[in-house]
């Protein structure tokens, strides 16, 4: 287990993690870019128009993390760029499966 957590991420009663994310939908590609404030820095290829955004950053933290896209679950921020995801999986797992850079976005 993990001592620290970085402050984007924490873990929620049921044990599953809850990540923030500072969205910049428009990218040339997808990619996480480091952290942004108290929130994960993840640049998303989509336009934010009609949830393109939103389905392609969870289908790219999914794939980053080895689940299918229907485990995670955007649990706010559905408009804002400032979005909360829960993802069913413990805190260092997560941490090994995004392998963030460390330096600021």
């Known amino acids: 287990m993990i001592d620290a957590l970085p402050v984007w ?3 929620a009663g049921d044990q599953s993690s809850l990540i923030a994310i500072h969205a910049q939908p428009g990218a040339s590609r997808s990619e996480i870019s480091g952290v942004h404030g108290e929130a994960l820095k993840i640049r998303i290829q989509a336009r934010p128009i009609e949830g393109a955004a939103n389905a392609t950053l969870l289908t790219f933290l999914a794939k980053r993390l080895g689940l299918p896209t229907a485990a995670l679950e955007l649990i ?7 979005k909360r995801v829960r993802i069913p999986l413990a805190a260092n797992t997560v941490l090994a499966r995004l392998e963030v850079p460390l330096k600021a976005g």
Do not use: F, N
């Open 76 to 82: 706010a921020g559905e408009t804002s760029r400032t």
């Open 9 to 11: 991420l924490k873990v």
